[in-house]
Protein backbone atom coordinates (compact mmCIF):
# COMPACT_ATOMS: atom_id res chain seq x y z
CA UNK A 1 0.00 0.00 0.00
CA UNK A 2 1.31 3.08 -1.36
CA UNK A 3 1.06 6.47 1.09
CA UNK A 4 -1.64 8.50 -1.61
CA UNK A 5 -3.89 5.15 -1.55
CA UNK A 6 -6.79 5.99 0.54
CA UNK A 7 -8.18 3.55 2.18
CA UNK A 8 -11.47 2.40 -0.52
CA UNK A 9 -12.81 0.63 2.44
CA UNK A 10 -13.57 3.64 4.07
CA UNK A 11 -14.83 5.97 1.29
CA UNK A 12 -18.15 6.42 -0.33
CA UNK A 13 -18.07 8.51 -3.40
CA UNK A 14 -20.71 10.87 -4.76
CA UNK A 15 -20.73 9.80 -8.26
CA UNK A 16 -21.52 6.06 -9.38
CA UNK A 17 -18.55 4.31 -8.61
CA UNK A 18 -14.75 4.70 -9.75
CA UNK A 19 -12.92 6.20 -12.40
CA UNK A 20 -9.69 4.58 -12.76
CA UNK A 21 -7.13 3.30 -10.20
CA UNK A 22 -3.91 4.64 -11.23
CA UNK A 23 -2.01 6.15 -8.95
CA UNK A 24 1.43 8.00 -8.85
CA UNK A 25 4.12 5.50 -7.21
CA UNK A 26 1.36 2.69 -7.46
CA UNK A 27 0.81 2.92 -11.20
CA UNK A 28 4.25 2.16 -12.03
CA UNK A 29 5.21 -0.07 -8.99
CA UNK A 30 2.29 -2.29 -9.33
CA UNK A 31 0.32 -3.66 -12.17
CA UNK A 32 -3.08 -4.32 -9.62
CA UNK A 33 -4.98 -1.73 -10.76
CA UNK A 34 -7.12 -0.29 -7.38
CA UNK A 35 -9.91 1.63 -7.80
CA UNK A 36 -12.85 2.59 -5.03
CA UNK A 37 -16.24 1.04 -5.10
CA UNK A 38 -18.76 1.56 -7.26
CA UNK A 39 -22.18 3.09 -6.35
CA UNK A 40 -25.82 2.89 -7.37
CA UNK A 41 -28.69 5.09 -7.39
CA UNK A 42 -26.77 8.09 -8.94
CA UNK A 43 -26.98 10.02 -12.30
CA UNK A 44 -25.22 8.94 -15.42
CA UNK A 45 -24.00 13.05 -15.68
CA UNK A 46 -22.48 11.90 -12.28
CA UNK A 47 -20.07 9.65 -12.87
CA UNK A 48 -17.13 11.77 -13.23
CA UNK A 49 -14.75 12.24 -10.51
CA UNK A 50 -11.07 11.79 -8.91
CA UNK A 51 -9.90 7.90 -9.32
CA UNK A 52 -8.85 5.77 -6.01
CA UNK A 53 -6.26 7.36 -4.32
CA UNK A 54 -5.84 10.74 -5.97
CA UNK A 55 -5.90 13.70 -4.27
CA UNK A 56 -8.10 16.71 -4.47
CA UNK A 57 -7.04 18.63 -7.19
CA UNK A 58 -5.29 22.05 -5.59
CA UNK A 59 -4.03 19.55 -3.15
CA UNK A 60 -2.04 17.05 -5.47
CA UNK A 61 1.39 17.04 -3.98
CA UNK A 62 3.37 16.74 -6.93
CA UNK A 63 6.87 18.37 -8.13
CA UNK A 64 6.69 22.02 -9.28
CA UNK A 65 5.68 23.25 -12.79
CA UNK A 66 8.95 23.25 -14.11
CA UNK A 67 9.80 19.61 -13.27
CA UNK A 68 7.01 18.37 -15.03
CA UNK A 69 7.24 20.38 -18.15
CA UNK A 70 11.35 19.11 -18.09
CA UNK A 71 10.07 15.77 -17.63
CA UNK A 72 7.61 16.04 -20.61
CA UNK A 73 10.25 17.54 -22.23
CA UNK A 74 12.40 14.86 -21.87
CA UNK A 75 10.11 12.65 -23.13
CA UNK A 76 9.72 14.25 -26.34
CA UNK A 77 13.41 14.60 -27.24
CA UNK A 78 13.89 11.61 -26.15
CA UNK A 79 10.97 9.14 -27.80
CA UNK A 80 12.60 5.82 -27.77
CA UNK A 81 13.26 6.45 -24.08
CA UNK A 82 11.50 3.85 -22.11
CA UNK A 83 11.97 5.11 -18.67
CA UNK A 84 11.57 9.34 -19.67
CA UNK A 85 7.98 8.28 -21.24
CA UNK A 86 7.19 6.38 -17.77
CA UNK A 87 7.91 9.38 -16.25
CA UNK A 88 6.37 11.91 -18.08
CA UNK A 89 3.25 9.87 -17.82
CA UNK A 90 3.48 10.28 -13.87
CA UNK A 91 4.35 13.68 -14.14
CA UNK A 92 0.94 13.97 -16.29
CA UNK A 93 -0.65 11.50 -13.75
CA UNK A 94 0.28 14.01 -10.71
CA UNK A 95 -1.51 16.90 -12.79
CA UNK A 96 -4.52 15.15 -12.67
CA UNK A 97 -4.16 15.07 -17.35
CA UNK A 98 -4.91 11.81 -17.68
CA UNK A 99 -5.14 12.65 -21.32
CA UNK A 100 -1.47 13.18 -21.65
CA UNK A 101 -0.87 10.19 -19.70
CA UNK A 102 -2.32 8.47 -22.25
CA UNK A 103 -0.01 10.14 -25.05
CA UNK A 104 3.25 8.81 -23.35
CA UNK A 105 1.88 5.55 -22.52
CA UNK A 106 1.24 4.82 -25.78
CA UNK A 107 4.27 5.86 -26.55
CA UNK A 108 5.56 3.81 -23.90
CA UNK A 109 4.25 0.79 -24.93
CA UNK A 110 5.82 1.64 -28.84
CA UNK A 111 8.70 0.73 -27.29
CA UNK A 112 8.22 -2.26 -25.19
CA UNK A 113 4.88 -3.59 -26.70
CA UNK A 114 4.59 -6.74 -24.88
CA UNK A 115 5.44 -4.98 -21.16
CA UNK A 116 2.12 -5.70 -18.92
CA UNK A 117 2.16 -3.32 -16.74
CA UNK A 118 2.40 -0.42 -19.66
CA UNK A 119 -0.48 -2.10 -21.26
CA UNK A 120 -2.10 -2.30 -17.90
CA UNK A 121 -1.47 1.50 -16.61
CA UNK A 122 -2.62 2.57 -20.60
CA UNK A 123 -6.02 0.90 -20.39
CA UNK A 124 -6.62 2.98 -16.77
CA UNK A 125 -5.17 6.01 -18.41
CA UNK A 126 -8.01 5.49 -21.16
CA UNK A 127 -10.36 4.67 -18.39
CA UNK A 128 -9.34 7.58 -16.24
CA UNK A 129 -10.08 9.87 -19.74
CA UNK A 130 -13.45 8.41 -19.54
CA UNK A 131 -12.37 6.45 -23.23
CA UNK A 132 -14.28 3.16 -22.35
CA UNK A 133 -14.00 1.65 -25.12
CA UNK A 134 -10.06 2.13 -25.46
CA UNK A 135 -10.03 0.77 -22.16
CA UNK A 136 -11.51 -2.20 -22.46
CA UNK A 137 -9.59 -3.01 -25.71
CA UNK A 138 -6.90 -2.40 -23.72
CA UNK A 139 -7.77 -4.27 -21.04
CA UNK A 140 -8.56 -7.08 -22.75
CA UNK A 141 -4.94 -7.00 -24.39
CA UNK A 142 -3.68 -7.68 -20.47
CA UNK A 143 -6.22 -10.41 -19.94
CA UNK A 144 -4.87 -12.21 -23.21
CA UNK A 145 -1.44 -11.84 -21.15
CA UNK A 146 -2.56 -12.70 -17.66
CA UNK A 147 -6.47 -14.57 -17.69
CA UNK A 148 -6.17 -14.26 -13.53
CA UNK A 149 -5.54 -11.14 -12.83
CA UNK A 150 -8.73 -10.41 -11.40
CA UNK A 151 -8.57 -6.67 -10.74
CA UNK A 152 -7.83 -6.22 -14.53
CA UNK A 153 -10.76 -7.75 -15.49
CA UNK A 154 -12.99 -6.34 -12.66
CA UNK A 155 -12.04 -3.01 -14.49
CA UNK A 156 -12.87 -4.38 -17.95
CA UNK A 157 -16.28 -5.23 -16.15
CA UNK A 158 -16.33 -1.34 -14.96
CA UNK A 159 -16.12 -0.08 -18.96
CA UNK A 160 -19.67 -1.72 -19.27
CA UNK A 161 -20.98 0.19 -17.00
CA UNK A 162 -19.39 3.26 -17.12
CA UNK A 163 -19.92 4.11 -21.39
CA UNK A 164 -22.97 5.96 -22.66
CA UNK A 165 -24.80 2.99 -23.57
CA UNK A 166 -23.90 0.48 -20.65
CA UNK A 167 -23.77 -3.01 -21.25
CA UNK A 168 -24.88 -4.65 -17.80
CA UNK A 169 -24.82 -8.09 -18.92
CA UNK A 170 -21.05 -7.87 -19.94
CA UNK A 171 -20.00 -6.21 -16.72
CA UNK A 172 -21.65 -8.75 -15.29
CA UNK A 173 -20.04 -11.80 -17.31
CA UNK A 174 -16.69 -9.93 -15.97
CA UNK A 175 -17.13 -9.39 -12.17
CA UNK A 176 -18.42 -13.24 -12.34
CA UNK A 177 -15.27 -14.20 -13.79
CA UNK A 178 -12.96 -12.43 -11.29
CA UNK A 179 -15.20 -13.36 -8.86
CA UNK A 180 -14.76 -17.49 -9.92
CA UNK A 181 -10.77 -16.79 -9.36
CA UNK A 182 -11.39 -15.33 -5.83
CA UNK A 183 -15.09 -15.35 -4.46
CA UNK A 184 -14.55 -12.67 -1.71
CA UNK A 185 -12.95 -10.46 -4.25
CA UNK A 186 -14.99 -7.22 -2.48
CA UNK A 187 -14.42 -4.49 -5.49
CA UNK A 188 -16.42 -7.29 -7.72
CA UNK A 189 -18.66 -7.95 -5.26
CA UNK A 190 -19.89 -4.44 -5.17
CA UNK A 191 -19.72 -3.43 -8.72
CA UNK A 192 -21.82 -6.83 -9.12
CA UNK A 193 -24.60 -5.80 -7.13
CA UNK A 194 -24.59 -2.12 -8.46
CA UNK A 195 -24.34 -4.38 -12.09
CA UNK A 196 -27.38 -6.03 -10.97
CA UNK A 197 -29.48 -3.07 -9.31
CA UNK A 198 -29.18 -1.39 -12.04
CA UNK A 199 -30.23 -3.70 -14.39
CA UNK A 200 -33.32 -3.66 -12.22
CA UNK A 201 -32.42 -7.67 -11.32
CA UNK A 202 -33.20 -6.99 -7.42
CA UNK A 203 -33.06 -11.24 -6.61
CA UNK A 204 -29.63 -11.21 -7.66
CA UNK A 205 -28.23 -7.88 -6.53
CA UNK A 206 -29.79 -8.87 -2.80
CA UNK A 207 -27.87 -11.91 -2.96
CA UNK A 208 -24.90 -10.35 -4.43
CA UNK A 209 -25.01 -7.85 -1.25
CA UNK A 210 -25.52 -11.14 1.25
CA UNK A 211 -21.99 -12.07 -0.57
CA UNK A 212 -20.63 -8.93 0.19
CA UNK A 213 -22.19 -8.79 3.99
CA UNK A 214 -20.49 -12.13 4.79
CA UNK A 215 -16.79 -11.30 2.80
CA UNK A 216 -16.48 -7.52 4.52
CA UNK A 217 -19.39 -6.83 7.16
CA UNK A 218 -18.05 -3.70 7.70
CA UNK A 219 -17.66 -2.00 4.64
CA UNK A 220 -19.26 1.16 4.28
CA UNK A 221 -20.87 0.45 0.97
CA UNK A 222 -23.39 -1.88 2.16
CA UNK A 223 -26.17 0.74 3.54
CA UNK A 224 -25.96 2.55 0.21
CA UNK A 225 -26.07 -0.53 -1.89
CA UNK A 226 -29.20 -2.30 0.68
CA UNK A 227 -31.01 1.08 -0.61
CA UNK A 228 -30.65 1.86 -3.79
CA UNK A 229 -31.45 -2.29 -4.40
CA UNK A 230 -35.06 -1.15 -2.34
CA UNK A 231 -35.90 1.24 -4.74
CA UNK A 232 -35.77 -0.85 -7.81
CA UNK A 233 -39.27 -0.39 -9.42
CA UNK A 234 -40.22 2.45 -7.04
CA UNK A 235 -39.84 4.66 -9.68
Partial sequence: ???TMINKENILFCIVGLLGGVIIGFMFANSMNQKAMLQAGQANQQMAGLPSGHPNIGDTQSGSIPEVQAAIDTARAEPQNFDAQIKAAEMY??????????EF???????????????????NAYFDSNKYEEAEKTYQLAIEKKPDDINVRTDLGL???FRPNPDYDKAINEFNGALEKNPNHIQALQNLTVAY????DAANATAT???????DATNSAIAKLQSDIEKIGQN
Avoid: C, M, S
Avoid at 93 to 102: E, K, L, P, S, T
Avoid at 105 to 118: F, G, H, S, V, W
Avoid at 197 to 200: A, V
Fill in 1 to 3: THN
Fill in 93 to 102: YQIQRFDGAV
Fill in 105 to 123: LEQARKIKPDDYNTIVNLA
Fill in 159 to 161: TYV
Fill in 197 to 200: TKKG
Fill in 209 to 215: LARLKTA
